[in-house]
């Protein structure tokens, strides 16, 4: 089990960027699977990008790929968000989350994550 911490969240206006961090509590982070989802009020969480140990990436493809970019920094226990061209549909609190699975074809799936962060609120505005 991991404990995991989100920031870097606020108020930006559209166009502008945001760098989210999660960082983690806990021994062997750097087998872990890291992924970050959003979800807004009525809305179910929604999957942006998944980074595994071993570096393969997988982002969902219409919303966030080519503006979002997931990395992470093992030696700090750090997965970090870089949002670019922020747009107001962005706006909703963000999630980190853990999980040991790899498979690149599950890690859309939030139930696949066995923990998580209790979220960061990202607004952008016009």
């Known amino acids: 089990q991991v404990h995991l911490v989100e920031s870097g969240g606020g108020l930006v206006q559209t166009g502008g960027s945001l760098r989210l961090s999660c960082t983690a509590s806990?021994?062997?982070?750097?087998?872990?699977?890291m992924g970050w989802f959003r979800q807004v009020p009525g809305k179910e969480r929604e999957f942006l990008a998944a980074l595994t140990w071993s570096g393969d990436s997988t982002y969902a493809e219409d919303s966030v790929k080519g503006r979002f970019t997931i990395s992470r920094d093992n030696a700090k226990n750090t997965v970090y968000l870089q949002m670019n061209s922020l747009k107001l549909e962005d706006t909703a609190v963000y999630y980190c989350?853990?999980?040991?699975?790899?498979?690149?074809?599950?890690?859309?799936?939030?139930?696949?994550?066995?923990?998580w962060g209790q979220g960061t609120q990202v607004t952008v505005s016009s």
């Open positions: 806990g021994r062997s982070f750097s087998r872990y699977t």
């Open positions: 989350a853990a999980t040991w699975r790899v498979v690149l074809s599950t890690l859309a799936d939030a139930d696949k994550y066995d923990d």
